[in-house]
Antibody, heavy 123, light 106 residues
Framework: EVQLLESGGGLVQPGGSLRLSCAAS????????MNWVRQGPGKGLEWVAS????????YYADSVKGRFTISRDNAENSLILQMNSLRGDDTAIFYC????????????????WGQGTLVTVSS | SYELTQPSSVSVSPGQTASITCSGD??????VYWYQQKPGQSPVLVIY???KRPSAIPERFSGSNSGNTATLTISGAQPTDEADFFC?????????FGGGTKLTVL
């Protein structure tokens, strides 16, 4: 079955760190750009970060730049989001989303989403 | 930074046509993507590259993009179409989402 399965969410204090994982199955993971998208409680979708097929390029939203790091392990079919210096406004459901197989990220949207993992930043 | 603007809500009667707009500066120069999200569920891609429909999406969903406005059209809306809809584009290598539109079918 083609799917993405996120894990690693939970409750963390402001200033703390958390590591999210996304396990991919049923498709050729190494062929796709991969992304993280989040959704605050009762809010819309916010793009967080993207990584190229071979990990050679990464891009971040201004709101997380310098605090979050996206990475991938193509041998393990996994996507990682390391989150440091967490703040209250980082509270959200974090989704792993599959992107394009193309050379350029902007050639397609997000055609497969995981179920999401909830991150709550609170003291 | 680039912005996409959507109406917060749209209402339609069952069987009628619903149009949801997504406005952005010269958005016609970008590909626009549309996602449907039902309560408690993950988003689903319903339109890609402005006008294309994934095979699993009903034919009543269609898209267009011209000038400063992209539009998602649902022809013959069904009660099951009630959901939040988000448009999305790329500004260089940065993803941008519209604020979302709640579609009510009643």
């Amino acid at each position: 079955e083609v799917q993405l399965l996120e894990s690693g969410g939970g409750l963390v204090q402001p200033g703390g760190s958390l590591r999210l994982s996304c396990a991919a199955s049923g498709f050729t993971f190494r062929s796709h750009w991969m992304n993280w998208v989040r959704q605050g409680p009762g809010k819309g979708l916010e793009w967080v970060a993207s990584i190229k097929q071979d990990g050679s390029e990464t891009y971040y939203a201004d709101s997380v730049k310098g605090r979050f790091t996206i990475s991938r392990d193509n041998a393990e079919n996994s996507l990682i989001l390391q989150m440091n210096s967490l703040r209250g406004d980082d509270t959200a459901i974090f989704y792993c989303a599959r992107g394009t197989r193309g050379f350029l990220i902007a050639t397609d949207g997000f055609d497969l989403w995981g179920q999401g993992t909830l991150v709550t930043v609170s003291s | 930074s680039y912005e996409l603007t959507q109406p917060s809500s749209v209402s339609v009667s069952p069987g009628q046509t619903a149009s949801i707009t997504c406005s952005g500066d010269k958005v016609e120069d970008k590909y626009v993507y549309w996602y449907q999200q039902k309560p408690g569920q993950s988003p689903v891609l319903v339109i890609y590259q402005d006008t294309k429909r994934p095979s699993a999406i009903p034919e009543r969903f269609s898209g267009s993009n011209s000038g400063n406005t992209a539009t998602l059209t649902i022809s013959g809306a069904q009660p099951t179409d009630e959901a939040d809809f988000f448009c999305q584009a790329w500004d260089s290598e940065n993803g941008v989402f519209g604020g979302g539109t709640k579609l009510t079918v009643l």
